[in-house]
C-alpha cells in the first residue's frame, strides 16, 4: 500500500464536486445556526464584563489605547477580537452577530480542512463527512452564545489556511504561498494564544521544507516581529494567564487524556470512557504522525494540524490545573482539539486507511448527534437564563459584575435600550 498521496489528491475539484462538498457542510450550519437563535441573547457575560476600557472607550467617543488594545486577557493576544468588540458597539450592532458570525467561519474551515481531498476515492468522501460534522458541530455550544468566543472560532480559521498555505509552499516553493502563510499566520496570532500557538508551528514547517535565502529572512523577519508583538501582549496584560502548578502528574495525565477524548465526543461524568477514548485517540494521532512523518513534504497540513491539537492540549492543561480549574470535557475547548481529529481523518483519508476511517467517522456522527440532541433540548432554558441576565443587567444600580459604576452604566448604555430591557 502506497504511503504517497496521489497526483489527483493535489488537484483542485470540479464545480459539480465542489456543490456536493459544500451540501455536506449546509445542513449542520444551518442547525448551527437554528441553535444560536433559539438561545442568544444581545448581552456580554463572563469575561465580556473585564473589558471596561473599551466599553468607555466608546461610549466617550475615543479610540481605545494601544497599550490597552494589545494587552492579553488571561493569556490571550485579543487584538482582533478587541476591533470585532468596538466596530460592534460603534456602529449599535447586536451582540448576538459574533455568535451567527461563527457557523460561516465554521464553514470556511471546513472547505479548508477539505481542500486536500478532491480525488474521487470513496475514502476521500467518508473523510469528507465526517470533516463537516466534527468542524461544524453543537458539541462546541458555549462558543456559540458567548461573543467573544469568535476569537477561537477565527483562530481555527485562521492556522488552518496558514497550514495550507504551508502545505502549498512545501510543494512549489513560490513567494506568494509563503507571504500568505507568514500574513494568515500573524493574524492568527493576534487573535488567541491558540492562534500564537499556530504561528510558531506554521514558522517551523517552512523552516523544515528549506526555504531559499530571502524567503528565510523574511520568514525569519516574521517571527521576530509577532513574538515580540505577543510578548508585548503578555508584558501589559494587567494578569497572568496562569498561576501557579500545584496538580500532581496524575491529575495532568488525566486532564490531557480527557481531552484528547474531547476531540470525538463528550464523555460528561464518565471520567473512566473518557481518558479510554483519550488514550486510544492519542494512540491514533501518534500512528498518523508515524506514517505521515515518512513523506513529510506531502502531509505538513495534517502534521501541523496534529501537532496544533496536542500543543494545546499540553497548555491549557497546565494552566487550567495551575488555577485549580479542571475542565477538560468543557465545550469551549472542542476547537482547540478538533485540529487532532482533523489530521487524523486528512491522513487516513490520503493513505485509504479505510477500515479505522469508517471507525472514526461513525464515533464522529455519534458525537455530533449526541449534542445536536441535547442542545435542542436545552437551548429554550440558555435563552431563559440569558435573558434573566439580561434584565439583571438593565436593572442593576450597583455591585453587578464587580463592576464599578461607572463601569455599570456604560455597559448599560449599549444594551439596555427599551427592547433589550424586556
Known amino acids: 500500500m502506497s504511503l504517497t498521496p496521489t497526483r489527483k489528491v493535489l488537484t483542485f475539484a470540479k464545480p459539480g464536486k ?57 493569556g490571550h493576544p485579543y487584538l482582533l477580537l478587541k476591533l470585532l468588540m468596538i466596530f460592534t458597539l460603534s456602529n449599535g450592532l447586536p451582540w448576538s452577530w459574533m455568535m451567527y458570525a461563527q457557523v460561516p467561519i465554521l464553514l470556511a474551515a471546513f472547505l479548508i480542512a477539505n481542500r486536500l481531498l478532491t480525488n474521487n476515492h470513496w475514502s476521500n468522501w467518508i473523510a469528507t463527512v465526517a470533516l463537516a460534522f466534527a468542524i461544524i458541530t453543537p458539541r462546541q455550544w ?72 530571502n524567503h528565510f529572512v523574511a520568514l525569519l523577519s516574521c517571527g521576530l516581529a509577532g513574538t515580540a508583538l505577543f510578548a508585548a501582549s503578555e508584558m501589559l496584560a494587567m494578569r497572568a494567564g496562569a498561576g501557579r502548578f500545584t496538580a500532581s502528574a496524575v491529575t495532568y495525565g488525566e ?55 496536542v500543543g494545546l492540549i499540553l497548555v491549557v492543561s497546565y494552566a487550567r490545573l495551575a488555577i485549580d480549574i479542571n475542565q477538560p470535557n468543557a465545550p469551549r475547548y472542542v476547537p482547540l482539539v478538533m485540529p487532532i481529529l482533523l489530521g487524523i481523518i486528512s491522513i487516513l483519508a490520503k493513505t485509504r486507511r479505510h477500515a479505522i476511517l469508517a471507525a472514526i467517522m461513525v464515533v464522529v456522527l455519534f458525537g455530533y448527534f449526541q449534542s445536536a440532541a441535547s442542545e435542542w433540548h436545552i437551548t429554550p432554558y440558555r435563552k431563559a437564563n440569558l435573558t434573566a441576565l439580561s434584565r439583571q443587567l438593565c436593572f442593576a444600580s450597583d455591585d453587578y459584575g464587580k463592576l464599578s459604576v461607572s463601569d455599570l452604566r456604560n455597559l448599560q448604555h449599549f444594551f439596555c435600550s427599551s427592547n433589550r430591557a424586556k
Not at 476600557?53 to 466617550?60: D, E, G, P, R
Not at 481605545?64 to 494587552?71: C, E, R, V
Request: charged content about 10%; proline content about 2%.
Open 255 to 309: 486532564h490531557v487524556a480527557r481531552m484528547f477524548g474531547n476531540a470525538v465526543a463528550n464523555y460528561g461524568r464518565h471520567i473512566g470512557a473518557g481518558v479510554l477514548i483519550g488514550v486510544a485517540v492519542a494512540a491514533l494521532a501518534a500512528y498518523c504522525s508515524w506514517i505521515a512523518l515518512k513523506r513529510y513534504r506531502q502531509f505538513m497540513f495534517e502534521l501541523a494540524c496534529i501537532a496544533w491539537g
Open 18 to 74: 465542489c456543490a456536493l462538498i459544500i451540501s455536506f457542510a449546509i445542513l449542520p450550519a444551518l442547525y448551527l445556526a437554528i441553535l444560536i437563535s433559539r438561545a442568544a441573547v444581545d448581552v456580554p457575560f463572563k469575561d465580556e464584563l473585564y473589558f471596561p476600557n473599551i466599553y468607555a472607550s466608546v461610549a466617550s467617543g475615543k479610540f481605545l489605547a494601544i497599550h490597552n488594545l494589545i494587552a492579553a486577557h488571561n
Open 142 to 213: 458555549e462558543n456559540l452564545y458567548w461573543g467573544m468566543q469568535i476569537a477561537f472560532s477565527l483562530s481555527l480559521l485562521l492556522g488552518l489556511c496558514a497550514f495550507y498555505c504551508l502545505q502549498r509552499y512545501s510543494e512549489k516553493k513560490l513567494s506568494s504561498w509563503l507571504t500568505g502563510a507568514l500574513v494568515i499566520s500573524l493574524l492568527a496570532s493576534v487573535c488567541s494564544a491558540q492562534g500564537f500557538l499556530a504561528f510558531l508551528i506554521t514558522l517551523v514547517g517552512l523552516t523544515l521544507v528549506k526555504p531559499s535565502r
